[in-house]
């Protein structure tokens, strides 16, 4: 069974700085692409991140360029999103998912989330 799990979620203050993890298990995706998407109260799925199987290229969402940083650690099968100097826009759960192949684009695997809270 293939199971995506994030952990790292949490109230901060803005300006403070998170680090959410996700921990890949019934399979691995060292030769997948992997992104962070985020979820608001009242509003859709955005896309905020993603990073190649090497590492090599990542992709931003343009409201988080400068502040957050994606990478991944195949070899744990595990995927990171630093979150510095955060904002209370950035309130929602955050979702990690794995692409189809080792492109970014159709993402079939999906974790459960984790809370991300940014008070003013």
């Known amino acids: 069974q293939v199971q995506l799990v994030e952990s790292g979620g949490g109230l901060v203050q803005a300006g403070d700085s998170l680090r959410l993890s996700c921990a890949a298990s019934?399979?691995?995706?060292?030769?997948?692409?992997m992104g962070w998407f985020r979820q608001a109260p009242g509003k859709g799925r955005e896309f905020v991140a993603a990073i190649i199987w090497s590492g090599d290229s990542t992709y931003y969402a343009d409201f988080v360029k400068g502040r957050f940083t994606i990478s991944r650690d195949n070899a744990k099968n595990t995927m990171y999103l630093q979150m510095n100097s955060l904002k209370p826009e950035d309130t929602a759960i955050y979702y990690c998912?794995?692409?189809?192949?080792?492109?970014?684009?159709?993402?079939?695997?999906w974790g459960q989330g984790t809370q991300v809270t940014v008070s003013s």
């Open positions: 998912a794995a692409a189809r192949g080792v492109a970014h684009g159709s993402y079939p695997y």
């Open positions: 019934g399979r691995t995706f060292s030769r997948n692409c």
